[in-house]
């Protein structure tokens, strides 16, 4: 058959159909009569929620198709349907063929096209406390009637339409022609839309004293579609899928927050999704019974908590470079940046990485109840990598550093030569010991000379000072630095 075009595909994996194989099906050449596929007749729903506001939606309408031509009616589609992705087909002992998709043209632009079909007819306008009878003429951002006084240019809101046409709907609506060598009873469907998507937040509650963080992750869905869903099978995708183009967004959005679920330290949430791998991607879920109306926000829990030990870090990084160093360079009262590592082990199927999101840590206060203190992003982390927080700057800790001595001598057509004496002096004002990390910038064709501990160069460009400090105590790092070239 070369009239009409073939839609195979596998549905397998997400609604329990098949590839249609069968003979091919000759469209009847007679008038198709037309078969109502209403949201109504929805027997199953998956939601599938990839980054990026991308959704895929796999659905089953229940029917009654005769075989032969005909054309099926599909409303109640989301607002920000992609229809070029729309999918068609039915169980695996069925040959289904489709000819033709077409938009209806309802959606969000259903008023406006409500009035441009009334072009010709008679129509009223509501002018103050007036109600006058016209004739639409035509039609742009303003209606030009044609009234007993004249043409008049209107406003759109104020032209009334007497009575909407049959089946007008201001969501879109999908007619398909398609043609069947067996009577049907359902019909599967898959497509893809804008307007909803995720992001994972996690908990973290920071235990100083057994150096140890608590990770908690929760996931947060956003619909934004202009649509509302009931008791659908919720999927959440992690990971980094090619995209060429953005998909629609609805207009608006209500602020109301639907919870479903929360993980905080006062209450445990319900136990994570399982996972799954596809692919490059991690699919989370299924949630099921998930309903939401358009503007919810929807949180689910995601990872279950993990305990993971800590490797604490306090960095000084020094803000000038030894081309710049002079004598008397001071840096009085330096702070060091604070921050932790922690490694990701899997979770309970040691297989899990965890997805970019926000990170909010917690910690016990003096007081002893439950105090912010502070938040970073993640990025997608998997199994066996770090992932550094930061939590700001110390206020226990603090040092300066002195260029004690510094000579430059020019030299011709080569850079200048140089050599200098620095002097670090790190103070601990609390009441435990604290490990600090001193880098300085280096270029690698110059060479430390001399220095009072000893140093690791962790990078191109960069030496550091591992160093402990006492509790209320301080310690000087001292170092000589020349050029080679």
Do not use: C
Not at 349 to 371: C, E, F, H, L, N
Not at 454 to 481: C, F, M, Y
Request: without cysteine.
């Amino acid at each position: 058959m070369t009239a009409a075009l073939r839609n195979r595909f596998a549905l397998a994996a997400l609604l329990g159909s098949a590839v249609f194989f069968g003979p091919d099906v000759e469209p009847a050449r007679a008038q198709s009569p037309s078969v109502g596929l209403s949201a109504d007749n929805r027997t199953s729903l998956q939601l599938t929620v990839y980054p990026g506001n991308l959704s895929l939606i796999t659905e089953k309408r229940d029917a009654a198709i005769p075989a032969g031509q005909s054309t099926l009616r599909i409303d109640g589609l989301p607002q920000t349907i992609m229809n070029d992705s729309f999918l068609l087909g039915t169980a695996k002992d069925a040959d289904l063929v489709w000819t033709s998709l077409r938009n209806r043209g309802n959606g969000s632009n259903a008023i406006d096209d409500l009035v441009r079909d009334q072009i010709g007819k008679t129509v009223t306008i509501r002018r103050d406390d007036d109600l006058i009878e016209g004739t639409l003429v035509a039609v742009s951002h303003v209606a030009l009637i044609e009234t007993d006084a004249g043409l008049e240019q209107v406003p759109l809101d104020q032209v009334i339409v007497s009575e909407l046409p049959d089946g007008f709907t201001t969501s879109p609506t999908l007619d398909a022609d398609i043609a069947t060598g067996t009577a049907l009873d359902h019909v599967s469907m898959a497509y893809l839309l804008g307007g909803i998507g995720w992001n994972t937040s996690y908990t973290a509650y920071y235990d100083r004293a057994e150096n140890s963080l608590k990770l908690t992750a929760i996931a947060k869905v956003m619909n934004g579609s202009g649509s509302d869903y009931e008791n659908a099978s919720l999927r959440l995708v992690a990971g980094d899928p090619n995209r060429v183009q953005q998909p629609p967004m609805a207009k608006a959005a209500r602020t109301e927050m639907m919870m479903s679920a929360m993980a905080d330290g006062a209450a445990s949430a319900a136990s994570a999704p399982d996972r799954a791998s596809f692919e490059n991607l991690h699919v989370y879920g299924p949630f099921d019974g998930l309903s939401m109306q358009d503007g919810d926000t929807v949180i689910l829990p995601l990872l279950d908590p993990q305990v993971l030990p800590v490797k604490r870090h306090a960095i000084f990084q020094a803000s000038s470079s030894v081309y710049n160093m002079a004598q008397n360079d001071t840096n009085d009262f330096v702070r060091p940046d604070l921050e932790i590592d922690i490694t990701n082990e899997g979770g309970k199927d040691a297989k899990s990485p965890w997805p970019d999101g926000i990170v909010r840590i917690y910690a016990q206060t003096p007081a002893g109840d439950t105090g912010y203190l502070s938040e970073d992003m993640i990025s997608l982390t998997p199994v066996g990598r770090d992932a550094t927080l930061r939590l700001g700057k110390a206020s226990d800790l603090n040092g300066t550093r002195n260029v004690t001595s510094f000579d430059r001598k020019a030299r011709p057509n080569l850079p200048d030569a140089i050599a200098a004496d620095l002097k670090w002096t790190i103070r601990n004002t609390s009441d435990r010991v604290e490990t600090v990390t001193v880098r300085e910038d280096l270029p690698v064709d110059w060479k430390v000379t001399a220095e009072s501990h000893k140093h690791e160069r962790d990078q191109p460009g960069q030496i550091s000072w591992d160093i402990e400090v006492p509790a209320n105590g301080e310690v000087t790092l001292t170092w000589s630095v020349a050029s080679t070239r």
